[in-house]
């Protein structure tokens, strides 16, 4: 016969750290701007990007690319890429998981 | 700074959910068709050049558009169903009311998206009070925050699931240090919660605690059968899952996975190994208890039944080793051997030190560049390890570390001939020792110890 005495259980989940982030402000064009181009090291991530920058440059044709590689696949983007984004890019093109 | 991401659909729900337990929800995402990595060139072209309409507008729109577009926006596919209680998971709820029945929780838990598959132990008032007991921080004291999902691992909620695990509170102080050792950055966590690869963290302990407390180091260390092992390994399995959100399909992406994920914690077999034990060597006190995470893949076991010398044994450790697809040999890191106790035995009377016997297998573990494929080079040895085999010819030996140092080696197991090749997650991850301490940082002798110094 089932019991029907309650118990109460602890809740196993863990509270979630707080994070305020905004979407960053987009410029009103592309025209003249520089855009960072991220390859994760995936297969084919590179391919993606660059397709990416080939088609925004045909319609953009003043824009300028810096292209980076993470040194590993399965590490957060190093302060050194994120920096020299922030200082010389305005838009910055990147592929997520495989 | 704005950004255009790109994620297949596959992993898009994942995507997702990162972006917004990193606290930005309307991340937008432009999907693509999965798979892409193993597409030829002129594939992934015409898929990228589908959406750049959607890369402009990603680029161009105000916020408040983008907001709305992208903000909680799933993509439903099969398989998707398990991350819908993921959803609803609220920690704020800090205590669930339910019948005490066993198939009543398990079918709540269930239903939850919690677990393991396993029935777990109810973690009671009582039981999580018993359970704090062995530790003398505080149970708001934070010991690390567990990604992807980024939930807070407070000495309380990794006592929570240590009752659900079957722990013993006397365990305690072992999982509060490897969780401690497990957000390291240079273990990276956050990429081992969410890869496709099947590493899970492997937990060996060293030093006298081991002994205290019954953590097996001898016949069947890999498998079941020790309390110690199979519920110390299950806990970080479970604050894996409800902490950090590692939920299979989810936010875990092993493509396979592999049993350790259920458990997998050894501790050492020190009073057999003729060599200086894992912590000793990575510069504790021999009576300094120690616990060492490992970035660990399925294990590959080592037959070495015929050989009758040093060398023999030593060529056939570095053959088992010789692994062609794993992440050691694509990129570097730090491939772990556990040999047996009769292999090391073996070795060290040929007259190896540990430091020789790791140089022989690093000289020896090598797979000849022309065994692996095109793409393979192309693609992974050369974009991956460029510094060694950029200029590699098809005769170029392929090594499974960058040093012979990368290479781990501990002792464990019974008698018998079988050692166990554990290729890890690659140079992307560094194995981690912490010492097993009170809250003041003194290593302590015997368990009991956190349970007299301990704080209400």
Redesign the interface.
Known sequence: M?????????????????????????????EGKTIGLLDN????AS???A??GK??AE?FPSLKFIVRSKP?????VPEAIVRE??EK?????????? | MPAATFVTEEFSTLGRLEAEALGMPSLPLVIIPHPMGNLPQEKVHEAIDGVMDEVLSVLTLPSGELDKKYRGKYTETKKTFRAKPLFSWDARQEKIEVTDSLEVISKLVEARGWGDGLPIVPPTGERVSRMLEYTDRDRRDLIGVIPPRRGMATVEKIAINAVMAGCLPEYLPVILTAVGAMVEPQFNLYGIQATTNPVAPLVVVNGPLAKELDINCGYNVFGQGWRANATIGRALRLILTHIGGGVPGVLDRATQGQPGKYSFCIAENEEENPWEPLHVERGYDPQTSTVTVVGAGAEHNILDIASTTAQGTLMTLANGMAAMETNNAYLGGEPLLVICPECAARIAQGGFTKKEAKIFLYENARIPLYKFTRDSIVSMLQRRRPKWYTEAGPHTMVTIANSAEDIMVVVAGGAGPHSKFVPTFGASTKAVTKAITLKDGRPVGAVKEFKTRRKG
């Open positions: 089932e019991k029907s005495r309650k118990i109460e259980m602890a809740n196993p989940v863990g509270e979630q750290e707080e994070s305020n982030l905004r979407l960053a402000t987009r410029p009103n064009s592309l090291l995936k297969p084919n391919v993606i990007v397709q990416a088609r925004l319609r590993e696949q399965a590490i957060p984004f922030r890019c305005s838009f910055v093109i990147n592929a997520l998981a495989d």
